[in-house]
Structure formats: structure tokens, C-alpha cells
């Protein structure tokens, strides 16, 4: 337990923001920014849909430029839905 103090203490030294929600009855609830928490989830499920396609999550490309090419496909294929 004392590590996880000592962890989070040294998060907040370097200004790092709670972004996960917590458990509704934690006893001494942390602040969460609520704007980050939505841009976090929407960042989330996008990986998540990116995921279904097979090649992307096998990572069945040879090449870093064939790769990136598949993502951008992919990409375009989930914001044209």
C-alpha cells in the first residue's frame, strides 16, 4: 500500500491528471476532470473499433508504410459508418 502512495504522490509532483473513473463508493473520492475523461473514452473505443480488422490487429503488414496505409483505410472506413 505504501508503494501506491508513494506512486501517486509522485504522479501528482509531475502534474499527472486522474482520467479513469472511480469506484461510485470509494471512501475519499479523487477529482476527475470529466472533459479528459470523455476525450479518453472517445480515443478508447476508437482503438477498439480499429481492432476488428483483422490485418490492424494481427499487425499482418511487412512494411511501417503498409501498416500506416491499413490504419488510415481502416480509419476512414469507421468515420465514413
Same mark, same amino acid.
Given at each position: 500500500? +505504501?508503494? !501506491?502512495r508513494?506512486?501517486?504522490?509522485?504522479?501528482?509532483?509531475r502534474?499527472?491528471k &486522474?482520467?479513469?473513473?472511480?469506484h461510485?463508493?470509494?471512501?475519499k473520492?479523487?477529482?476527475?476532470?470529466v472533459?479528459?475523461?470523455?476525450? +479518453?473514452? !472517445?480515443i478508447e473505443?476508437?482503438f477498439c473499433?480499429?481492432?476488428?480488422?483483422?490485418r &490492424?490487429?494481427?499487425?499482418a503488414?511487412?512494411?511501417?508504410?503498409?501498416?500506416?496505409?491499413?490504419i488510415?483505410l481502416?480509419?476512414?472506413v469507421i468515420n465514413s459508418?
Open positions: 500500500m +505504501r508503494r !501506491l508513494r506512486s501517486v504522490a509522485d504522479l501528482n509532483e502534474g499527472a &486522474i482520467v479513469i473513473s472511480q461510485p463508493r470509494r471512501a473520492p479523487i477529482p476527475l476532470d472533459e479528459m475523461y470523455k476525450w +479518453r473514452h !472517445l473505443n476508437f473499433k480499429l481492432k476488428e480488422f483483422k &490492424i490487429a494481427m499487425r503488414c511487412k512494411t511501417d508504410q503498409s501498416f500506416e496505409a491499413m488510415y481502416a480509419a476512414a459508418q
